[in-house]
């Protein structure tokens, strides 16, 4: 049963944008928006980090890598969570995943970015 599905990378030159999305298929309305969310990297070699977070009351965390270049966002209707990625570096190109803040569930396949000329 899939948990979460995260979408939307691809191969970007630097400076280039994406938006990523995360869908929640199996959680219901009442609990997604009543969770925080986050979108999560992990680079080859490197453990999995946190870099932006959302509370249910739409207050937005970022890791100091990526602020200033990355908005997350959330849609509770449609139980999705977003990433827009402006001015993208080679340094983030990694697997993106996201997940429940409060209650992990389990991992989606992510959605890879690579930044690359």
């Known amino acids: 049963q899939v948990h979460l599905v995260e979408s939307g990378g691809g191969l970007v030159q630097p400076g280039g944008s994406l938006r990523l999305s995360c869908r929640a298929p199996?959680?219901?309305?009442?609990?997604?928006?009543?969770?925080?969310m986050g979108w999560y990297r992990q680079a080859p070699g490197k453990q999995r980090e946190l870099v932006a977070s959302?509370?249910?009351?739409?207050?937005?965390n970022y890791t100091d890598a990526v602020k200033g270049r990355f908005t997350i966002s959330k849609d509770n209707g449609k139980r999705t969570v977003y990433l827009q990625m402006e001015s993208l570096k080679p340094e983030d190109t990694a697997v993106y995943y996201c997940n429940d803040l409060k209650w992990e569930r389990p991992w989606g396949q992510g959605t890879q970015v690579t930044v690359s000329p």
């Open positions: 199996r959680m219901i309305l009442s609990t997604f928006s009543g969770t925080d």
């Open positions: 959302i509370s249910a009351y739409g207050r937005r």
